[in-house]
């Protein structure tokens, strides 16, 4: 299996597309609304030269993608990842629309990427790729247009080269440019942590709404990069419950396999033998007594919570039915990790499903924190942070539950009405529509 089979052959512009249809057609949205809102309000595609050590120069492809400004400056994420294309990038960015609105935050939608395997790259043709997607498309972004942060394959080492490259294209430090920096350049306390930890906020919320005695629990998640890691960690901090499998992708082997125990993993000596792509050593991982089993294996465990946070479309029509009956809750850390085919036989299950862009707003919460941080130059604490973040979240999810309880909803569906309301909104308070 390669990297870039991850998608699995899904298009994941079409399964944004699908669903946002689904709800416009159950809110009997306006033709004018579902017009706008169905595809981006721009989209940038640029070559990046970059000067490789050996001495050849290689292009890649950058990407942005602004989905919707209504409600605020775009905001999203940039992904490096080998199977980055327009519509992944579409996507991601719609769903930054739906995730900035559910949490009701005033920023919009966008996302960026480039085509790359960031592994197969030194440290300096890195830092050359992020300068270089920022040299082109400076122009178009900003504080008050569009604000980029980190997502697959992109680290605050990143954040922090592009907005010292962007500062130094407009001639002043400008920290509110890009989030997810490092806190020496102008990051947010809480920022690495944020997705991952709101995570389990809700995951938390959720084990309240079905009785269920959280310390008792047990996890297996797919992913164990920033967010995958954070999650682990809060889970087995916050709940008290165990991790008893992780799953992730090998940049050596080219291939995902599932670290499991039964007894559970120490999450944070895991870390401690994960690369910043979030490849896990499975060799030190095996010498600690863990096994090593396929990449598939997370999905089929006999546990109480399933936490997919890698790649979307890892659960599909194929393989939705390898979940097994203990499981009572599905959360959606990744973006868009479960297809609209896999959304209906999950609607006849006894699983509760954190929809992906409430579950993993947290990051973009904080992403906001710092961002009005970085404009004002003054900082929080790492506690004012997380404590402000999980009042948010909170807020959302029983949001979003209450209407999925009271209309009878998916709870996919609730949180894609509360957002698309909010946008719609604001398109008709600047009289868009
Ligand atoms: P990351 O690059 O830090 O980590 C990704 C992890 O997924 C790695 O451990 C990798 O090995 C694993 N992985 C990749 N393909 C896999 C496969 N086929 N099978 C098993 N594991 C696989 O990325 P991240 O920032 O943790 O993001 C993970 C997901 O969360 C993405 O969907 C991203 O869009 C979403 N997300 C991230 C943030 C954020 O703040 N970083 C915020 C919201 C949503």
Redesign the pocket.
């Known amino acids: 299996m390669s990297a870039a089979k ?1 998608t699995e052959g899904v298009n994941p512009f079409h399964m944004a597309q699908k669903q946002f249809d689904h709800t416009a057609d159950l809110m009997g949205l306006s033709a004018d609304a579902r017009e706008i809102l169905r595809w981006p309000l721009r989209e940038f595609k640029f070559q990046i030269p970059v000067r490789m050590d050996d001495g050849s120069l290689r292009v890649f492809f950058g990407y942005r993608v602004q989905h919707n400004d209504a409600r605020g400056p775009a905001k999203g ?1 940039i ?1 490096f990842h080998p199977s980055e294309t327009l519509d992944t990038v579409r996507a ?1 960015a719609m769903w930054m629309t739906w995730k900035t609105a559910v949490v009701n935050i005033p920023l919009g939608g966008g996302k960026g990427g480039v085509a790359v395997q960031p592994a197969s790259l030194s440290r300096r043709e890195l830092e050359a790729l992020a300068r270089g997607w920022i040299r082109g498309i400076w122009r178009n972004i900003g504080p008050r247009i569009d604000i980029p ?5 992109t680290t605050p080492q990143m954040m922090g080269w592009m907005m010292d490259e962007y500062s130094h294209l407009v001639g002043a430090y400008t920290p509110g440019v890009i989030t ?1 920096k490092p806190i020496p350049a102008g990051g947010s306390p809480g920022r690495r942590e ?2 991952g930890f709101g995570v389990v906020y809700q995951i938390r919320e959720a084990m309240k709404l079905l009785n269920m005695e959280p310390e008792k629990t047990t996890a297996s998640i ?7 890691r954070h999650a682990a960690l809060a889970y087995q901090k916050f709940l008290g419950g165990k991790v008893v499998a992780v ?3 090998d940049n050596h082997d080219q291939r ?1 396999y599932t670290i499991a125990s039964d007894d559970g993993l120490d999450v944070e000596f895991l870390a401690s033998i994960t690369d910043v ?3 896990i050593d499975k060799d030190r991982a095996r010498e600690a007594g863990y096994r090593v089993e396929d ?1 598939d294996a997370w999905l089929r465990k006999d546990v109480d919570v399933l936490i997919p ?4 479309a ?1 659960i599909r029509e194929d393989n939705v039915h390898l979940i097994s009956d203990r499981v009572r809750i599905l959360a959606e ?3 868009g ?1 479960t297809t609209p085919e896999a959304d209906e036989v999950l609607k006849t299950r006894n699983i509760l499903v954190i929809p992906d862009f409430l579950c ?1 707003a947290g ?2 919460v904080v992403s906001y924190f710092e961002g009005v941080q970085s404009d004002m130059n003054y900082y929080w604490t790492k506690d004012e942070v997380l404590e402000r973040l999980d009042t948010k979240l909170t807020h959302a999810f029983h949001e979003v539950f209450r209407l999925a309880h009271g209309e009878g909803l998916y709870p996919r569906e609730a949180a894609y009405i509360v957002a698309i309301q909010r946008v719609v909104q604001s398109m008709e308070a600047r009289g868009w529509i």
């Open positions: 991850s994420g992904r991601l942060a980190p997502d697959v394959g997810g944020a997705t797919q992913g164990f990069g920033n967010v995958g799953a992730y992708w995902p792509f979030g490849t990449g946070a890698a790649l979307e890892q850390a990744a973006n990790p993993n990051g973009v």
